[in-house]
Structures are given as C-alpha cells and as structure tokens.
C-alpha cells in the first residue's frame, strides 16, 4: 500500500496551516496579504521541525501532553528566528496572533486525530464506576477506554471535587451516586481505586455500595502494585484480606533500608510464609546477599525460583537442630543480619508433637542465637508470637523461653530482639485458606467456638515492621507489632461466605482444640514501653539467670516430664487439655 513519508506529510500541513492562518491573521486585521513574509516564515518553520526535537517523525496518532509542549517549542524557536527579521516591517501583533492561531490549529488537529484513531471500537456493554479520582482513578479511565466497560461515574469523598468531571464523567458523592442508581437495575461493576485507603475505608465503601453493583473489584495496596503492569490488568476481586489490611502509616522506610541495604542477611525458615515475604523484602530493601535457609526442600525450591534472578542468593537446605552443619554455615556465610523465622507454630500439630517442638522452636533457636554471637553478628531478630504470653499451649510456651534466652543471654557485640505479633492473613495453615477450602466444596465452615477472636495483620506489613523493629532495637527488647482491634473468628467466616456470593454456605462449631484459648493477647502486663513509632512498642523485661535458663533448657531434652519442664521455665504456662468445660471466664480477654 502507497504510504506518503511522515516529514512530507509534516511539511504539507506546515505549509497548509501557515497560509491559512496568516490568511486568516491578515484578514482580520485588514492588511494585505504578504506572500514573501509567509513564505519565508513557512521556510524557517521546515527547518525547526526538521531539526528539533525530530519533530518531523513526532506520531500523531500517539499524542500525548508532552506532544503538545514539544510542538510548541519548535514554533517558539521559528518564531524567535523570523521575528527579528521582520521587525520594524511587519507589525509584532500580526506574527504574535498568527503564532499562537497556527500552535491551536495544529495541536487540535494532532489531537483529533489520535482521538479518532484510538477511539474504541469495542461496543460498550456493561457500566462500571470508580471510587476515587485520584492518580489510580485517572489511569484507570485511561486504560478502560479501551474495555466493554462504559465509565458512568467517578465517586469522591472529596467535596471539592464533587460536581465537577473529568473527560465528561460527572464526579459525585457515594450518597449522590446511590440516589442516582435509585431502585433500578444494579450496575455492572464497582472499581475501588484507592490503593493506600485503610481497610476500615474499604469496607465501609464494601458495606455501602455492594446492593448496587453485580461485582466489586479492587487495586491491590500500594505495596504490592506493578508498576510495570496496567492497573486494569491488576483489578482483583475484593477478598477479606482486603477488609482487614491495615497500612501502618508510621512505616519508615528509611530506616529499614538503612538497616538492611548493603548487608549480608541470613533468613531462617526462609521458604515458610512470613520467611518467604522477608525475602522480598530484603530484596526490596538493598540487602547485598541474601543466605535461604530452610528444611524443606519444597519450600527452599519455591522461593529459590522466584527470587533467583532478582538477588544474590545462596540457599542452605539444613535444620536449625544440627548445631555442627549450623556453624559451618555462619563460618561460610558470615551474615550480617540474622533473621529467625524457623519454627514449628501450629498449634494442635505441635500438642500432639511436644518432644519435636522442644527441640526444633527452642534447641533450634538456641542454636541459631548461639552461633549469631560466636560469629559476631551484628543484629539478631527472633520472630515470635501473641501465643508466648500467658501460653496454654505447646507452642506458645516455647516461643516464650525462646524470647526469654534472647533477652538474658549474654549477647557481646551482638544485639538481640524479638518482635512479637498476631497471625498473619494467608499464611500456611491459617484459617482463611482453610475456610476458601471449605467453600469451594460448598461447606459447611468449621468454627472452634462463637466467641472466638483473633489479631490479624497481612504478610507484608508484618514483615516491613517486623524489619523496622529490628533496624531500631540495641538488644534485649521483644517488640509488639500493634495489630489493631481483634476480630471474631466466626464474624471472618459469615464475610468470607457474604463475599463468595454464596447463601448456602453453612457455619458449625466444633468446639476448641488442645492449648487453644478464646483471645489471645500481645501485652504480658500494662508497663510496656513506646518506640517513636506508634506501631511497635516494647514489652517489660523478664529477667532470668542464663546459667539456670541453659540448665532448664538441657532438663527439656532429658525429662520424661516435658510439660512439667515447661511449665518450670514459664510459670504462667496453663495448658488447656480439657477444652469442652473451658469458659469465658477461664480466658483473660484482651483490653
């Protein structure tokens, strides 16, 4: 097919626009017309065009603003070139109105063009609306233009943006839009576009909106968008995870890269879930080399893969029990940071498995805090759990005697914390992948008991605060991770089975398990410290004699009594066994 050569083209409508403009121009002013004037001045236009900017090639039918400014200064500067060859003969006015009639002119056509090129031809079928007309809101319209999804309304909190549109879309108030919506047919979709809105935010927007709308979609956090990807491609279905994330707004991210950029980090556990975002993390945060450690090799395959090309990284598939192969590691390694995730935490698993959760949560621990200090380690962080305080179960109760040889051993010049924190949304073994599970297969959920409550707090806000504790920590303190109100178990269920949009979905409680409890807590007592973070703060210290904790320590691995030896190391340890008469009045509710 016979295509005419851009710079041609563009010549032809610089020569074209500038005889119709200076026309135009002259006319108006009632002067006569000057050929050798427009002529030269079509000339020193070429010239600009050909050799600024390649304005010559510059795609019409990719026009964007910067389009706009780059067409604009080669005219400025053509204009700064015949201007003064004419002055004095040709009145300023005439070449100042001429001027900015061609840049209109030009830039109109530029943009009808690309308008009409890259108008959709996708027939417009389903309506969809967009809370927050923000920068997210914004792409997001751009990038739907071309969807089956007609943009009805952009909805804002802010008053001073509603009332007003944006490229013809009325922007309106979430009670104005539920007027307009009225009793009528419910609307195709519900984009909500404000990555950084808290969850508490999100779902009142949720509870508000969803008798409109066939379905609700959502961006990801701010966190865990693609920058590289289109937002349109990154919608998901609004999930509970969404309705109880919370952004904490004190996270410094200068500290934390700070701590981590340019060190050599040894991650324990590094395949498990909090292990593997810890991972991420340190990639995300700088860290110079990065050792994987872990004991499955599953685990350590699946993180190795996702995260190979992104880091330098050297994967030790060991357990945390053999001290010998432990400090080989170290001795080869020499980490700079150690990061302990390792460790047995289901609950009725480890009950039914004392004697290996002894030796794994805290000979393991033991091991890797032992080695930090002989090698000279810089930081260490111990992730511990809301089950250590006040423990009635195994694994609890073994966190808790791994906190307290992190905070009275005799550490040189290593320091030493512990971040202690709730349970994490998603992760393996949860109870949210466990309730999908049951509703895929359509019921019914299986709930422990009524009035069961639970902290939450999604993977990478965990591990973020979980690094910013320990780039703040000068050793011996167990960081509390603020996890916000505590939610009922049951109360997560009915949400999960509301957002599957299922009404056939059954609850059943089954009655509480060995060493669970109804509510768990974070604090030991009232005397904890703050940290210049609102989101962490530092519980009391428990002094205890290091030479007897180690004696305490090694009678857990002779007794036949392994309880009884827990319950020496930690006094406050009460094991629930006989969990059907266990009653609210047994438990110790969170403030």
């Known amino acids: ?275 593997s975002e810890l991972v991420r993390q340190c990639i995300r945060y700088g860290a110079k080399r990065l050792i994987l450690l872990d004991h499955s090799e599953f685990n350590l395959y699946q993180i190795e893969q996702e995260v190979t090309e992104q880091a330098e990284i050297a994967c030790v598939m060991q357990s945390i029990v053999n001290q010998e192969q432990l400090r080989h590691t170290f001795k080869k390694h020499r980490p700079d940071i150690v990061i302990h995730a390792a460790a047995y935490k289901h609950v009725p698993l480890v009950e039914e498995n004392v004697e290996e959760a002894i030796l794994n949560n805290v000979i393991g621990t033991k091991n890797c805090i032992d080695l930090a200090i002989e090698h000279g380690v810089k930081k260490f962080v111990l992730i511990s759990t809301d089950k250590a305080v006040r423990p009635t179960n195994v694994m609890g109760t073994t966190k808790r005697i791994c906190e307290l040889y992190a905070q009275n051993v005799p550490s040189g010049e290593t320091e030493i914390v512990a971040v202690r924190f709730g349970n994490v949304l998603g992760s393996s073994g949860s109870v949210i992948p466990k309730f999908k599970q049951q509703i895929e297969k359509g019921g019914p959920i299986t709930v422990t008991h009524p ?27 167990i960081f509390i991770l603020d996890m916000g109100e505590p939610v009922k178990i049951v109360d997560l269920a009915k949400k999960m089975i509301e957002l599957s949009g299922r009404d056939d979905i059954q609850i059943v409680y089954t009655g509480l398990r060995p060493g669970e409890k109804l509510y768990e807590e974070l604090l030991i007592d009232e005397s904890n410290a703050r940290t210049e973070y609102t989101s962490i703060t530092i519980a009391s210290p428990t002094p205890y004699p290091i030479e007897q904790l180690r004696e305490d320590i090694q009678e857990l691995l002779k007794t036949n009594h392994p309880l009884s030896a827990l319950k020496k190391i930690v006094p406050e340890f009460d094991h629930k066994t006989n969990l059907d008469s266990t009653s609210e009045k047994d438990e110790v509710k969170p403030r």
């Open 1 to 275: 097919m016979f295509r005419i050569d851009k710079r041609i083209l563009n010549y032809l409508v610089i020569i074209l626009l500038s005889i119709i403009t200076f026309g135009w121009t002259f006319w108006i002013f009632h002067r006569p017309f000057l050929p050798e004037v427009v002529a030269i001045v079509i000339v020193v236009r070429m010239i600009a065009s050909t050799l600024l900017f390649k304005d010559y090639a510059l795609s019409w039918s990719k026009a964007r603003p910067k389009t706009f400014l780059i067409k604009s200064a080669v005219y400025f500067v053509a204009f700064a070139v015949y201007m003064p060859i004419f002055y004095g003969k040709v009145h300023v006015y005439l070449f100042v109105t001429e001027l900015f009639t061609f840049l209109f002119a030009i830039n109109f056509l530029m943009y009808a063009y690309a308008f009409y090129i890259n108008k959709s031809k996708i027939t417009k079928t389903k309506e969809v609306v967009i809370y927050g007309a923000g920068k997210a809101g914004l792409k997001l319209e751009e990038e739907l233009q071309d969807s089956p999804y007609k943009i009805r309304y952009f909805v804002d909190d802010d008053t001073l943006l509603q009332g007003r549109s944006i490229d013809a879309i009325r922007i309106v108030s979430k009670e104005n839009l539920k007027k307009r919506i009225g009793g009528k047919n419910k609307l195709n979709l519900l984009v909500i576009a404000m990555p950084s809105a808290p969850a508490k935010r999100v779902q009142e927007i949720y509870e508000d909106l969803n008798p409109y709308f066939e379905k609700i979609q959502i961006l990801p956090s701010l966190e865990s968008i693609l920058t590289d990807r289109p937002f349109s491609k990154q919608l998901k279905e609004i999930s509970v995870e969404d309705l109880l994330a919370r952004h904490p707004k004190d996270l410094d991210k200068t500290a934390i890269s700070s701590f981590i950029s340019n060190k050599t980090v040894l991650i324990t556990g590094a395949g498990g879930s909090i292990g």
């Open 451 to 477: 009035e069961i409550t639970r902290y939450f707090m999604l993977i990478p806000e965990a591990c973020q605060l979980v690094l910013q504790a320990g780039a703040i920590g000068k050793g011996g303190e």
